[in-house]
């Protein structure tokens, strides 16, 4: 409270209360303040604050008009505005009261404050796990170590391309229908570097390696947010034609894939939330990283992601609805 009233407050004066209303006698309605807080500055000298607090709502003038009118003319009234964005606490800045000392504060400033406190005290430790969850914290600064990681992270890109080159090229994918072997690339875009194979957005299959999935709207294979998964993705627009004689396949393919390893999420699971999948098999890339060469990884790498597809494609059907789906939608 000292930062805030900017002033030395007696700590053991301090009383906190959610409860307060007053009487508005302009309109002889009730308000109620988010919190109230009262006691004494160092040397006795009373003290009276109102915080209105926001984390989603936006910054209302009136209301605060409001609030200041509620102090008498005397004595030391603080009126505290605490919310987490900066549009709203550029504009609340800007406010001059007529009967308090007024002050506009960011989440993000006061959460030192109280993470200091955290340790020895439960509630404290939950309104620091609130602010965390909803962002209200103070963002990490850049540091040499992040810069660091970005530029390797562009050698690590490198690498992925390279990688996905070989694949396509020294490696045998003949347990795929031949619609999907004519016409390849390797592209980076969606979080994923990859082999693309057919005609997007009609059934067309990726393979290799997702290192961003805000695009792909799925956890990685170990549940995290963060990390690499080597992949497997079929993907088609939401309104395709033949899609749910598709999807019907790959309700009975897919336990034979997951008995291939890693994860294996389709159009209607819970954890994945983008609407162009399919399907999306994943495995944690530090599976293959275990073998010593980049020759001996390339190997481990195909031998998933045959697996992967043997299991779905090996009786036939997926493929001959596949390519169904494709011709269907050739001129859409």
Known sequence: MTDLLGKAVDVDSIQFSTRASYM??????????????????????????????????????????????????????????LCAKRE?????????????????????????????????CML?????????????????????????????G???????????????????????????????????????VAIVMGPTWQGAITLGFLYDNRDHRVPFEDGSTSGVDLMMRIESSPHAKGRDSVMGILKERAPFARAEGGVV???????????????????????FLVEPSEGDQLVAMHKQLSGWISALFGDGKLGESLTRMQQVNKNL
């Open 154 to 192: 562009r050698k690590l890109i490198e690498r992925f391309e390279r990688y996905c080159d070989k694949l396509r090229i020294e490696f045998d994918w003949g347990n795929l229908p031949s619609i999907y072997t004519d016409a390849t690339e390797v592209t980076n875009q969606y979080g994923r």
């Open 265 to 287: 999420r389709l159009a209607d699971d819970r954890a994945n939330r983008n609407a162009n999948t399919l399907l999306l098999a994943q495995r944690k890339l530090s599976d």
């Open 88 to 120: 709203d606490y550029k504009v609340a800045r800007t406010y001059s009261p007529e009967r308090s000392t007024y002050k506009a504060v960011l989440w993000e400033h006061v959460f030192p404050k109280i993470e200091a406190f955290s340790g020895s």
């Open 24 to 81: 508005n006698s302009e309109t002889s309605s009730t308000i109620y303040p988010d919190v109230e807080v009262t006691g004494e500055f160092v040397g006795r000298e009373p003290f009276l604050a109102i915080l209105e607090v926001k984390w989603d709502s936006p910054y209302d003038r009136n209301q605060i008009e409001k609030y200041d009118k509620l102090f008498g003319v005397n004595g030391r009234n603080f009126l505290i505005f």
């Open 124 to 152: 404290t430790q939950e309104l620091a796990g609130f602010m965390e969850h909803h962002g209200l914290t103070p963002g990490q600064p850049i540091s040499n170590a992040m810069l660091d990681g970005f530029l390797l």
